[in-house]
């Protein structure tokens, strides 16, 4: 089968066809490179995705990957950016190797389609040139055939004619003699034109045309041929990237499988963990007997502040521990004294931690230092030594600021692991008034021992084992009884909303009389009037205790 043979008549159509050919390949190019830029645009939104849902660095979201199914869900994230890079391997594979080779090979294909159809049209003008020829001679022919049978019979008509001179006669004869002579030329010109046009012709149609049309043809079977070797390569690299991506996904199924639940739970007795131990039962006060009402311990003040919180747990706090302490939102205490222990703790060590680092790099800087201020020493040239002075002292006065702080911080540790004795309520109460007093710059300390029933919590929460929840279901039982005295006074520090049961709300200011002091639980009692009294946190007032009264004591 030869398009040379077979075809030999279908010079346009063959022109036709192979510009299709070419138009096809063309089209197959362009749909390479939308693919290519879907797979770009999807590992663009798989990236963005993955981004997107990323924990913030810093924040309290990247403390929620502590746990297995969180880990689980960003090696998810992190897989599926890994699995967006292999649809850009996609892309740029079958840019380079289809897109651009094809295109490539589109120019060359284009100009080798353009030279062999170039030879065509030359065969055409040459084969028509010859075929002019052809008709040119054999109509001379038979112009001159013409000429010389209209000579032949103008000279028989002269010969015939009495009246005719003989010369006249002879020169009608030698005109028919080189009519006839120019015929014969002619005929003989015109056969030797017609046989070389037919050895022309038979080379066009035999040789020629077969050997241009074959080359055309096997240059439409390559193009044929670079089609399917594309479109196999165009299978091929997606299916490079299938290993990869399979490996991304067991990546995931993996994570998946990594998913500990015992873990997790274990991870939130770990942050929310107080240290403090349940409230134990509450005494049986025999009323029948007659008793004196004192400040003490043993008290039902103390029990009403201590007592009540069991059994508001089952009524309208709903569970909650701490049901009027309002929502931390300050800046946090220095010694992390609102949270409760177990939380302290473990804020005190990570703190210990982060200053001995610090102070290790401060230490590392300083022995750089002096080595270098070694080197000037010894070679002078390279630097003075006394330079280096100033940039030492600065770096050790920063190292014993640290071990300063860090001392510090060590000695909360030490009084929250039991192996220094904890501070008086007494004392660490002045101590709170003493940074109130002198740094301004935390005066909302107060506020900011305050927290909200979500898992924070006060530091009077931390001081003690227990909060002691307040509550008034009792008090028309003793309507009629002695109002306690006033074991001193107070002035209020800041203004606090009592908006809870038990709680009394203050001015800052304002002056008021204390009826019982801090138990430990961080709460004062205090009254304003007869009618008027309730619980205020400690740290909200200044308390200036009667040394003569009844149960009173001293305050430093």
Same mark, same amino acid.
């Given at each position: 089968?030869?398009?040379?043979?077979?075809?030999?008549?279908?010079?346009?159509?063959?022109?036709?066809?192979?510009?299709?050919?070419?138009?096809?390949?063309?089209?197959?190019?362009?749909?390479?490179?939308?693919?290519?830029?879907?797979?770009?645009?999807?590992?663009?939104?798989?990236?963005?995705?993955?981004?997107?849902?990323?924990?913030?660095?810093?924040?309290?979201?990247?403390?929620?990957?502590?746990?297995?199914?969180?880990?689980?869900?960003?090696?998810?994230?992190?897989?599926?950016?890994?699995?967006?890079?292999?649809?850009?391997?996609?892309?740029?594979?079958?840019?380079?190797?289809?897109?651009?080779?094809?295109?490539?090979?589109?120019?060359?294909?284009?100009?080798?389609?353009?030279?062999?159809?170039?030879?065509?049209?030359?065969?055409?003008?040459?084969?028509?040139?010859?075929?002019?020829?052809?008709?040119?001679? +054999?109509?001379?022919?038979?112009?001159?055939?013409?000429?010389?049978?209209?000579?032949?019979?103008?000279?028989?008509?002269?010969?015939?004619?009495?009246?005719?001179?003989?010369?006249?006669?002879?020169?009608?004869?030698?005109?028919?003699?080189?009519?006839?002579?120019?015929?014969?030329?002619?005929?003989?010109?015109?056969? =030797?034109?017609?046989?070389?046009?037919?050895?022309?012709?038979?080379?066009?149609?035999?040789?020629?045309?077969?050997?241009?049309?074959?080359?055309?043809?096997?240059?439409?079977?390559?193009?044929?041929?670079?089609?399917?070797? =594309?479109?196999?390569?165009?299978?091929?690299?997606?299916?490079?990237?299938?290993?990869?991506?399979?490996?991304?996904?067991?990546?995931?199924?993996?994570?998946?499988?990594?998913?500990?639940?015992?873990?997790?739970?274990?991870?939130?007795?770990?942050?929310?963990?107080?240290?403090?131990?349940?409230?134990?039962?509450?005494?049986?006060?025999?009323?029948?007997?007659?008793?004196?009402?004192?400040?003490?311990?043993?008290?039902?003040?103390?029990?009403?502040?201590?007592?009540?919180?069991?059994?508001?747990?089952?009524?309208?706090?709903?569970?909650?521990?701490?049901?009027?302490?309002?929502?931390?939102? #300050?800046?946090?205490?220095?010694?992390?004294?609102?949270? $409760?222990?177990?939380?302290?703790?473990?804020?005190?060590?990570?703190?210990?931690?982060?200053?001995?680092?610090?102070?290790?790099?401060?230490?590392?800087?300083?022995?750089?230092?002096?080595?270098?201020?070694?080197?000037?020493?010894?070679?002078?040239?390279?630097?003075?030594?006394? =330079?280096?002075?100033?940039?030492?002292?600065?770096? =050790?006065?920063?190292?014993?600021?640290?071990?300063?702080?860090?001392?510090?911080?060590?000695?909360?540790?030490?009084?929250?692991? #039991?192996?220094?004795?904890?501070?008086?309520?007494?004392?660490?109460?002045?101590?709170?008034?003493?940074?109130?007093?002198?740094? $301004?710059?935390?005066?909302?300390?107060?506020?900011?021992?305050?927290?909200? $029933?979500?898992?924070?919590?006060?530091?009077?929460?931390?001081?003690?084992?227990?909060?002691?929840?307040?509550?008034?279901?009792?008090?028309?039982?003793?309507?009629?009884?002695?109002?306690?005295?006033?074991?001193?006074?107070?002035?209020?520090?800041?203004?606090?909303? #009592?908006?809870?049961?038990?709680?009394?709300?203050?001015?800052?200011?304002?002056?008021?009389?204390?009826?019982?002091?801090? +138990?430990?639980?961080?709460?004062?009692?205090?009254?304003?009037?007869?009618?008027?009294?309730?619980?205020?946190?400690?740290?909200?007032?200044?308390?200036?205790?009667?040394?003569?009264?009844?149960?009173? +004591?001293?305050?430093?």
């Amino acid at each position: 089968m030869s398009w040379g043979i077979e075809l030999w008549d279908q010079f346009d159509n063959l022109e036709k066809h192979t510009q299709w050919g070419i138009d096809i390949l063309e089209k197959y190019i362009k749909f390479v490179k939308e693919r290519t830029e879907i797979e770009l645009s999807y590992a663009k939104q798989l990236r963005n995705l993955s981004k997107k849902y990323q924990p913030k660095k810093n924040s309290k979201e990247e403390e929620e990957y502590r746990y297995t199914a969180c880990k689980a869900f960003l090696s998810t994230l992190n897989e599926m950016n890994d699995y967006a890079g292999q649809h850009e391997v996609i892309s740029e594979n079958m840019t380079s190797q289809i897109i651009v080779e094809l295109a490539r090979y589109v120019q060359e294909l284009k100009q080798e389609r353009k030279s062999h159809f170039h030879d065509g049209r030359k065969a055409q003008q040459h084969i028509e040139t010859c075929w002019k020829q052809l008709e040119s001679s +054999k109509r001379r022919f038979e112009r001159d055939c013409k000429e010389a049978d209209r000579a032949q019979q103008y000279f028989e008509k002269m010969d015939a004619d009495i009246n005719v001179t003989k010369a006249d006669v002879e020169k009608a004869r030698q005109q028919a003699q080189t009519r006839h002579q120019m015929a014969e030329d002619s005929k003989a010109d015109y056969s =030797s034109v017609l046989q070389k046009f037919n050895h022309e012709q038979h080379e066009y149609y035999h040789t020629h045309i077969p050997n241009i049309f074959q080359k055309i043809q096997e240059m439409e079977e390559r193009r044929i041929v670079r089609i399917g070797e =594309s479109v196999k390569t165009y299978a091929e690299l997606d299916r490079q990237v299938i290993p990869i991506i399979g490996k991304c996904l067991d990546g995931i199924v993996k994570a998946a499988e990594s998913i500990d639940p015992k873990n997790d739970s274990q991870l939130v007795v770990e942050a929310y963990k107080s240290g403090f131990e349940p409230p134990g039962d509450i005494e049986f006060e025999d009323y029948t007997q007659p008793m004196k009402r004192t400040v003490s311990d043993n008290s039902l003040s103390n029990s009403r502040g201590e007592g009540k919180s069991e059994l508001k747990f089952g009524g309208k706090s709903k569970g909650k521990l701490w049901p009027f302490i309002k929502k931390n939102k #300050g800046a946090t205490p220095e010694d992390f004294s609102n949270l $409760p222990p177990e939380q302290r703790r473990k804020k005190l060590q990570q703190k210990v931690d982060e200053l001995n680092k610090e102070i290790q790099k401060e230490m590392d800087q300083r022995d750089a230092i002096t080595k270098m201020k070694d080197v000037y020493l010894k070679n002078p040239q390279m630097g003075d030594p006394g =330079s280096l002075d100033h940039k030492l002292a600065e770096v =050790s006065q920063n190292i014993e600021k640290l071990r300063l702080e860090a001392q510090k911080f060590e000695a909360w540790l030490a009084e929250v692991e #039991g192996r220094l004795p904890a501070r008086s309520d007494q004392a660490r109460r002045q101590s709170g008034m003493y940074e109130t007093q002198n740094a $301004p710059s935390v005066n909302n300390c107060a506020q900011d021992r305050e927290s909200s $029933p979500d898992g924070s919590y006060t530091e009077e929460q931390s001081q003690e084992s227990e909060v002691k929840v307040l509550a008034t279901d009792f008090d028309d039982e003793f309507d009629d009884e002695e109002p306690l005295p006033a074991i001193g006074t107070c002035k209020a520090l800041y203004t606090f909303e #009592g908006q809870n049961e038990g709680t009394i709300s203050v001015v800052e200011g304002e002056t008021l009389y204390v009826i019982e002091e801090d +138990k430990g639980d961080g709460w004062t009692r205090i009254r304003r009037n007869e009618d008027e009294e309730g619980y205020v946190p400690t740290s909200y007032v200044e308390v200036y205790l009667d040394k003569n009264a009844k149960g009173a +004591k001293t305050y430093i």
